[in-house]
């Protein structure tokens, strides 16, 4: 069967399982006990496995197998998550990337896995042993252990194959009936000698009981044992042998019968990956709309705009090409210039029927456009998840102790966004660590809590979305940046004197705030900083920084819903008309001629106090004056830019409109005051006026 | 003749065993204590340590670890009483070989012994 048509679809479920086996991991670190998280975790490695087996890429799959057995374990009780277990297996989904990045880029994930397949074999017996020390005495109602005749002993798949394996590699198995003496006391301890013995001589596969049950002396005088072991069994015997208290064990090689026994039937994990494979050997039905994958249930349009969590609390979702959107939203676009143009008609020809049609398929249009800007949305949860990972790891190469806290993930942006902001956050987070968090000692010596707290939180407001990203460290100190400010030669000492503290600490974001120098004067922060800003304002978005020395700082990030469809201001020069984004406009105002003072052709006024550039918009787009005398007072649109204000004389305002973004050809494209164009209802097209260009 | 060390702070316990390994042909060494007993497997290198666990001075476990740093391959069998479970399997992680609980039984101790050293 060829496979390769498959491939993208194998490379996004597998990217997307290994994100989620990341986050669950790390949660996982906080609540060990949680069997819903162990599940998750085993249904995402279960679901790799697989994929990459029924896509022949065996190393991925090897590698998965290992670690489900691990989770396996953990399920079972028989083992117990530690933090070197999480290192270890978020190595492993390390390594998994990794393959599948091999893979996206045509190789078969065939990356060395020797190493990590070690680790994670020898986790088993490390675990074992931990929990064979903390065994505590207690007077455990002991069950009435039953011997087992060989044949009804249940191997699950893995344990059959583990077995198999070494006897092809010239190992033999055996079945071992160990006896304690009866008159013997501290059986788990006797136990617990045992298997140090074993171990010396082979690999203890499986015990029955259960080796927690051993471990809870849930055993009488005797259990048994399944051993791979190179050595003869009279060796085996003479190591049991040398243990006190021991009696005559009774030693059965295995190897020949093994393959004749049964599988385990009651092994969920296996049960699971019959289903999945089966899933997987009828990728006709999923892929029979080409792009779009159908996961889990298909879904109603309901469904998409309030997502319902299944029971292990993921979204259920479709997947759909993004050129696929990009034209859905292109073509609502279309029904609302069209729909505005209606509005022109009807008003010019009042037909009662027309405009009770009119005002249903404005409803009708409205309803579209939601859901189809809801559709473009993503949860930032997509861009919120690596931080705890990487903060994690940030943290312990710095040696701080550092706790993330998410919230408002579930909250929604337009993808162009989401695809964009993960940098910025990235920057931000990572300077909080590094920087903003203090060292233990530091910490402790002004009685804060030893453990570093960011925060990390997404919400609504309004036609926004904020992102705020907080931490309880050291802080930015003013008197630093006056100093930086001032040596730097922004402003003088007068001015700097004068500024607030809020707007001093906003100076970071200045691209003069780079330097070197700055970095060490002020908590090495400002590095960069200015790029995140640059970053953000191309999202439409602002960025303010609020902070109080010695106990932390906060970068408040808005950001529009979305960029496609914006609330624009329409003004007029002339008989042009152009948008302003409404998010870049500060006020609206009005001008007299004599307001206005030259200095060197530049044109200037007071506002409330402060100089504010002015720019006419009929001079910047060289609109033809016309034979029309202008009203003396000129109206003015105050637009903002970070701390940079300017004011565009206009000569009517025409008021607020949703207006459409459609990009402008190339033959505009190096026009830097242009960030797009929209239609109008009257079929014109306008120039929306990019604000970033004018300053 | 194979040597073994008995390390025990009860005197008339180090007494009783050291009877009863003598008269099966063993030559017994005698310590009272964990620091005692380092010193005297220095010395006398025997076959096998008999290792109390609660004693003055230095205590079995770290006695056991002790021994270990000078001969790897020491036999140090730990005489536990009932209810140090825990301690036993410190002392096997740490490198004991076995270890027998008490009170002593004549032929469990012989045939602890036996198994290890014949």
New interface residues.
Partial sequence: MDMSRYLDTFLEEARENLQQMEQVLLSLEASPENKLLLDQIFRSTHTIKGMSATMSYNTMAEVTHEMENILHQLRKGELRLTTAFTDLLLKAVDLLNSMVIDIANGGKGELPVEHILSLLRDSASINQ?VT??E?M?SPAARDQHCQLPISSINFNQFEKNLIMKAIDQGYQCYHLVVHINSS???K??RA??IF?NLEQVGEVVKTIPSVQEIEEERFDNSFELIIISGESPEVIRECL?????MEEPEINSISEVINLLPDSKSDEGDSNFCDLTETMEKPETIKTTEAIEVREAVLGTDAILEPTNTRTGFTQSIRVENSKLDSLMNLVGELVISKTRLDRIRRAHPVPELTDTFEQMSRVTADLQDIVMKIRMLPIETVFSRFPRMVRDLARDLDKDIDIVLTGEDTELDRTVIDEIGEPLLHLIRNAVDHGIENFQDRAARGKNKQGLISLTAKYEGNHVVIEVEDDGKGIDPEAIRRTAVKMGLFTAEQVAEMDAEALVNLVLEPGFTTAEAVSDISGRGVGLDVVRSKIEALSGSIQIQSVPESGTKFIIRLPLTLAIIQALLVSVENETYAIPLSFISETTSVLPHDITKVQDKEFMFLRGNLLPLKRLQNIFQVPYSSVAKEPEMNLVVVKKGSRYVGLVVDTLIGQQEIVIKPVSSLFGNIDVIAGATILGDGCVSLIIDVSGLL | MLKVLLVDDAAFMRMRCAKLLTENGYSVDEAENGQEAVEKYQAIKPDLVLMDITMPVMDGLTAVTEIRKIDPDAKI?MC?A??Q??T???A??AGAK????KPYQPE?IL??IK??VG
Avoid: C, P, W
């Fill in positions: 042993q064979a020390e065994i005495i013997s006391t501290m788990s301890a617990f000698v140090k042998l040398s243990i006190a208290e | 069998v536990s009932l209810g479970q825990n036993v399997m410190s096997i992680k076995d270890f027998i609980v469990k045939s602890t198994r290890f």
